[in-house]
């Protein structure tokens, strides 16, 4: 059986594998960490949930060491805040023996102590592209020491349009001496796309087929047969202990302001039946 330490890590990455629980890699970390560790061009094709973060985040924190200078040596791209803040939660937990400065930036707030990092020096950047962007044109963000770029949830990028935000991105950094790998879920005709012209002789990691389920994910299915039926079911759901945190996918924006109104009224509205949806949006009571 394989460990980290089989991978070539140095023994403080090991260390913080074996403090987060890792001691076996999962298949696309054991087949893309020594590739990347390497420097080849890597596309990995693997659904969320089976480490693909750490997958290129440990041959990073190999390959950068220790904290040096004051421009970033490697920068990663996600399209979504929530993404961002993630990979970054990865990248700390895995360098907590090491002196690297790891940065985290996206939209939703203001931009000034993001700049203030960025001036203080950092030595790994973890952007959304519009944001990478904003700071790039404002002259706050160097991108001479690049020596690796990596784009994760490339297939989400697409679907949300960042295509040329990225290009403008490969504009301005450097080509030459950069290793390069792109990580997705999917792999549909707009991504091997991207791929041809971002990766240089890559090596291709498909883990599973496209669509697959990632192992370590339950599903359940309820065949229901209308929608009366699919909303009682849905209010059942989310009246039961354990449903906290729940994220309900919608056919199209209407059904989901309709669906909103739909819970607000049939379970908030419970607690006191007094109030109306507007009041509950309005914070008069507590969920």
């Given at each position: 059986m394989t460990h980290f330490s089989d991978l070539g890590l140095n023994p403080q990455l090991v260390r913080a594998c074996d403090d987060q629980g890792y001691s076996t890699p999962t298949d696309i970390q054991e087949k893309a960490i020594p590739l990347l560790l390497k420097g080849h061009d890597v596309l990995g094709i693997a659904q969320t949930g089976t480490g693909k973060t750490a997958a290129y985040a440990l041959p990073i924190l190999m390959q950068c060491k220790y904290a040096q200078g004051s421009n970033p040596r490697a920068l990663i791209l996600a399209p979504t805040r929530e993404l961002v803040i993630q990979i970054e939660e990865v990248f700390r937990s895995l360098s907590k023996y090491t002196d690297l400065r790891i940065l985290a930036i996206y939209g939703g707030l203001g931009p000034r102590t993001q700049i203030d990092a960025i001036n203080n020096g950092i030595d790994l950047l973890i952007a959304t592209p519009g944001r990478f962007m904003e700071l790039y044109l404002k002259e706050v963000i160097?991108?001479?020491?690049?020596?690796?770029?990596?784009?994760?949830?490339?297939?989400?990028?697409?679907?949300?349009?960042?295509?040329?935000?990225?290009?403008?991105i490969l504009e301005v950094i450097p080509i030459k001496k950069r290793q390069n790998a792109l990580f997705s879920a999917t792999f549909p005709e707009k991504v091997e796309n991207l791929s041809f012209e971002f990766l240089e002789y890559p090596h291709k990691i498909e883990i599973t087929p496209q669509a697959t389920t990632a192992v370590n994910v339950e599903q359940s299915a309820y065949d229901v047969p209308n929608l009366k039926t699919k909303l009682a079911a849905l209010k059942y759901f989310l009246e039961q202990e354990g449903f906290d945190r729940v994220m309900v996918f919608c056919r199209s924006k209407l059904v989901a302001n309709d669906l909103e109104q739909y819970?607000?009224?049939?379970?908030?509205?419970?607690k006191d039946d007094n109030l109306t949806a507007d009041d509950i949006r309005e914070g008069q009571t507590a969920v």
């Open positions: 160097i991108t001479k020491e690049l020596k690796t770029l990596v784009l994760d949830e490339a297939d989400k990028m697409m679907d949300m349009g960042f295509m040329p935000q990225i290009r403008k819970l607000l009224e049939n379970l908030l509205k419970e």
